[in-house]
């Protein structure tokens, strides 16, 4: 579970991330995790974004992860992924045609 004011989030998130893949992001001398990618009612990550973030490398691309989050897709009717997630519509099998997409464009 998280508890992001908890004294030992930063030991809940690290064990977490050996887990799941998440978006990281470097402010200063801590690191900012984006929200879409947890459910803060059920204290968890969000299954979808864990496994688009495995496969956009977010560990190792963190920067690049979080640009395809919020890019609009033109198949996808110009909504980003984030859009997406938050309407209930990220599927996994749309997440592997969008990501495959991003690959053949790269």
Same mark, same amino acid.
């Given at each position: 579970?998280?508890? +992001?004011?908890?004294?030992? !989030?930063?030991?809940? %998130? $690290? =064990?977490?991330?050996?887990?799941?893949?998440?978006?990281?992001?470097?402010?200063?001398?801590?690191?900012?995790?984006?929200?879409?990618?947890?459910?803060?009612?059920?204290?968890?990550?969000? +299954?979808?974004?864990?496994? !688009?973030?495995?496969? %956009? $490398? =977010?560990?190792?691309?963190?920067?690049?992860?979080?640009?395809?989050?919020?890019?609009?897709?033109?198949i996808a009717g110009a909504q980003t992924p984030?859009?997406?997630?938050?309407?209930?519509?990220?599927?996994?099998?749309?997440?592997?045609?969008?990501?495959a997409m991003r690959r053949q464009a790269m």
């Open positions: 579970m998280l508890y +992001p004011n908890h004294p030992d !989030a930063d030991l809940r %998130l $690290k =064990a977490l991330r050996e887990k799941v893949s998440l978006i990281r992001l470097p402010r200063g001398l801590n690191w900012e995790y984006p929200a879409f990618q947890f459910d803060i009612a059920a204290r968890a990550v969000i +299954p979808i974004a864990a496994y !688009a973030n495995v496969d %956009l $490398k =977010a560990e190792t691309d963190p920067w690049g992860a979080l640009a395809w989050w919020e890019t609009p897709i033109r984030l859009e997406l997630l938050a309407r209930g519509q990220l599927t996994t099998r749309l997440v592997d045609i969008l990501t």
